[in-house]
């Protein structure tokens, strides 16, 4: 089992920016490609950002690209989410999501943990 806690959401004006946190237990961190996906109300899980296991291949969905950046620190057990440039259809709860494979997809079935989420809302 791997568990999975995110932090860093809030109220946040547009234009502006917020760093989300993921961090996980219970598992060889290192073994995980990672990934962040949102939700919006009465809207599907949706896609946001991946990373592979050793952080060399990332992957995002085309509306956050340069604004998003994933990271990861397999030596702190946590993977990251730099969210510039905030727009009010970011507002969303975020979770992250571990997958025991060396890359990264969009897919949310292909995910084998979630955390409890995070909410981000902005302002417009």
């Known amino acids: 089992q791997v568990q999975l806690v995110e932090s860093g959401g809030g109220l946040v004006q547009a234009g502006g920016s917020l760093r989300l946190s993921c961090a996980a237990s219970?598992?060889?961190?290192?073994?995980?490609?990672m990934g962040w996906f949102r939700q919006a109300p009465g809207k599907e899980r949706e896609f946001v950002a991946g990373?592979?296991?050793?952080?060399?291949?990332?992957d995002y969905e085309d509306s956050v690209k340069g604004r998003f950046t994933i990271s990861r620190d397999n030596a702190k057990n946590t993977v990251y989410l730099q969210m510039d440039s905030l727009k009010p259809e970011d507002t969303a709860v975020y979770y992250c999501?571990?997958?025991?494979?060396?890359?990264?997809?969009?897919?949310?079935?292909?995910?084998?943990?979630w955390g409890q989420g995070t909410q981000v809302t902005v302002s417009s």
């Open positions: 990373i592979s296991r050793g952080g060399g291949s990332t």
């Open positions: 999501a571990a997958r025991f494979r060396l890359i990264v997809t969009s897919v949310v079935r292909e995910y084998d943990y």
């Open positions: 219970g598992h060889t961190f290192s073994n995980y490609a």
